[in-house]
C-alpha cells in the first residue's frame, strides 16, 4: 500500500517565479491537506481540498493556490515566490469524515 | 488566543534513559491530539493519537502518551530510549471545529547519547 508521495524532492527557484507542487493520497484517502514547514518551525496549514475544492484555508496570501483532479491527487501553486517561502512543504491525506492525516516525504522549495 | 506549546526546544537524554516530552494546548475544548516524529530530511510519521476514553494511549515504536484535561497536557514519553529515536517531535491538534486543519507545536529535537 503506497503511502503519500509527493514530487519533485529538490526544487530551486528565483524570486518572482511560479512552482507547482505535487502530491498524491495514500490509497483510498479522498482529502489532500498542505502545510508549509519553515526551518526550525513546525509545520503551518495551508489549505485542504475535498471533492476538488478548497474547504478550508490558513493566514496564507492569494499566491498560494491549489487545484484536486478526480483520482484526489493535488497541487500546489505559488505565484510571485519569495525568499520567505523556501521550505518544506508537506503534503497530508487523509479519508474525510475521519481525523488522522497522513505525511508525504516532503518537497524542498529553496528560493534565491 | 488557541496554541500549542512544546516547552522544550531541545533535549538530549543517553540511550537506555526514560524520556517525557512535554505537549500543552490551549482550546475552549478537549481536542483531538497527535503527537509526530520527523526524521532528517523525512516527512512526519504519526507516533499516536487521542480522540477520547483512555487518557493513556499506546503508539509505535514503543511510545505512549498521557492526555491530562486538568493541565492540559499531553505528553510523550518511552520507558527506556534508542539511538534510532534521534529525531524532531511535534505534538499537534486539532479542534475538531470542523476547520480540518492541524495546529503544530515548535517541536521538540531530541538527540541520544550513546
Known amino acids: 500500500d503506497a503511502g503519500v508521495t509527493q514530487s519533485p524532492t529538490h526544487l530551486i527557484k528565483t524570486r518572482g517565479q511560479q512552482v507547482t507542487l505535487r502530491c498524491s493520497p495514500k490509497?483510498?484517502?479522498?482529502?489532500v491537506s498542505w502545510y508549509q514547514q519553515a526551518l526550525g518551525q513546525g509545520p503551518q496549514f495551508i489549505f485542504q481540498?475535498?471533492?476538488?475544492?478548497?474547504?478550508q484555508r490558513g493566514n496564507f496570501p492569494d499566491r498560494f493556490s491549489g487545484h484536486q483532479f478526480p483520482n484526489y491527487s493535488s497541487e500546489l501553486n505559488v505565484n510571485a515566490l519569495l525568499l520567505g517561502d523556501s521550505a518544506l512543504y508537506l503534503c497530508?491525506?487523509?479519508?474525510?469524515?475521519?481525523?488522522?492525516?497522513?505525511f508525504g516525504p516532503g518537497t524542498r522549495l529553496t528560493v534565491l | 488566543a488557541q496554541s500549542v506549546t512544546q516547552p522544550d526546544i531541545h533535549i538530549t537524554v543517553s540511550e537506555g534513559a526514560s524520556l517525557e516530552l512535554r505537549c500543552n494546548y490551549s482550546?475552549?475544548?478537549?481536542?483531538?491530539l497527535f503527537w509526530y516524529v520527523q526524521s532528517p530530511g523525512q516527512g512526519l510519521q504519526l507516533l499516536l493519537k487521542?480522540?477520547?476514553?483512555?487518557?493513556l494511549v499506546q503508539g509505535i515504536k514503543g511510545f505512549e502518551a498521557e492526555f491530562k484535561r486538568s493541565q492540559s497536557s499531553f505528553n510523550l514519553r518511552k520507558p527506556s530510549v534508542h539511538w534510532s529515536d534521534a529525531a524532531e517531535y511535534f505534538c499537534?491538534?486539532?479542534?475538531?471545529?470542523?476547520?480540518?486543519?492541524?495546529?503544530f507545536g515548535s517541536g521538540t529535537r531530541l538527540q541520544v547519547q550513546p
Open positions: 481540498y475535498y471533492e476538488e475544492e478548497e474547504r
Open positions: 499537534a491538534v486539532d479542534p475538531h471545529t470542523g476547520r480540518r486543519a492541524l495546529t
Open positions: 490509497s483510498g484517502h479522498d482529502t
Open positions: 482550546y475552549g475544548a478537549t481536542p483531538y
Open positions: 487521542y480522540f477520547s476514553g483512555d487518557t
Open positions: 497530508a491525506s487523509s479519508l474525510n469524515g475521519t481525523d488522522t492525516q497522513y
